[in-house]
């Protein structure tokens, strides 16, 4: 499951994120990208050539290539300094992504455990320093989420690829109606969790949630799930999407255009429980529950014309997404 999300609204979501959980979270990120990006290139068939001359180059131009169709730019070496190899990401996505990916993808070049920090060149570019390690660190091991999906069908409901109208601008770089588009496979998410959570052990759930997830016993978990969607519906509301929903069975054809075309998710079954806009959707797969919560939510909201709340839980049939006023509505 990979998240499609413009670059900008990427960069706008995080930035509310990490302002939600006061925490600056850019480091977390970039060895979440690192962790998912060596596991990716461990996986079988993605092994690296063997070859007997110009190991390096033929090793990066096999990086370059996957680079080039997930649009995470290009890697290029750029020299030696005593025990630290610096290494340029040209057309880079969001700067901590393109660090963190570009350290382990260096590892797997080189053969050798390294250590990195980084730095912007531009716009566009992002310069790693890359020094040496000489610790054993173990290879990094898969991930599962903590969630069950479900395989389903759309019900008719048709979701086109929106990457069948990008534009390749260069290698590594589509832009989808001039805007630079970023794929974030589910593993990084699972594995920024990971490190996200033991920075906010202790911290306080705030009492008048919007969300609720049922079944998510981590209370660390949980502040973090309600920050993901919480961040996701500020950026729904910021982006000025219009969403006009008369009955229920209009949340598959919304879904498809807000969830389902950036990977997110589709909803299959949508059944009405009052008469004052609540709703149940089912959602058989979705990227991450809480970045669909957030952004359901802020249709939800914009439809109705003001504040509601999201309860989700999941089983057999998937996720469920129950939607409803957040306050109680005087009839």
């Known amino acids: 499951m990979t998240w499609l999300v413009g670059l900008p609204t990427f960069e706008a979501w995080f930035a509310s994120l990490e302002e939600i959980l006061t925490l600056t979270l850019g480091r977390r990120l970039a060895h979440a990208a690192a962790e998912s990006e060596e596991w990716y290139w461990r996986l079988s068939g993605n092994e690296l050539p063997e070859p007997w001359f110009k190991k390096r180059m033929k090793r ?30 040209a057309h880079r996505s969001h700067t901590s992504i393109a660090a963190g990916m570009a350290n382990a993808a260096w590892e797997r070049i080189e053969d050798k455990r390294t250590r990195f920090q980084w730095s912007d060149r531009g716009a566009s570019e992002t310069i790693i320093e890359a020094e040496n390690d000489p610790r054993n660190i173990p290879a990094p091991s898969p991930i599962r989420a903590s969630w069950q999906d479900a395989s389903g069908k759309t019900n008719g409901v048709d979701v086109d690829h929106p990457m069948g109208l990008a534009r390749h601008e260069a290698d590594g770089l589509w832009t989808l109606e001039g805007v630079r588009m970023l794929t974030l496979h589910r593993d990084v998410l699972l594995r920024f969790e990971t490190l996200v959570l033991p920075h906010i052990t202790g911290s306080a759930r705030n009492t008048d949630s919007r969300t609720e997830w049922v079944g998510l016993d981590d209370a660390d978990a949980t502040i973090l799930w309600d920050a993901f969607a919480e ?34 998710g589709v909803v299959v079954n949508s059944n009405s429980i009052d ?11 979705c990227t991450h529950p809480a970045l669909s919560a957030g952004i359901l939510l802020g249709c939800w909201e914009r439809s109705e014309g003001r504040q509601g709340r999201c309860d989700w839980s999941c089983g057999a049939d998937g996720h469920k997404f129950v939607l409803r006023s957040r306050r109680n509505v005087v009839e």
């Open 275 to 285: 008469e004052i806009g609540g709703v149940e959707l089912t959602v058989p797969v």
């Open 60 to 89: 990066m131009a096999v990086i370059n290539a996957d680079w080039a169709l997930r649009g995470h730019g290009q890697i290029q070496f750029l020299d030696t300094s005593e025990s630290t190899d610096s290494v340029l990401v």
């Open 231 to 264: 961040a996701m519906r500020k950026q729904f509301h910021a982006s000025g999407d219009l969403v006009l929903i008369a009955e229920a069975s209009h949340w598959l054809h919304v879904s498809a255009a807000h969830l389902g075309e950036g990977g997110l």
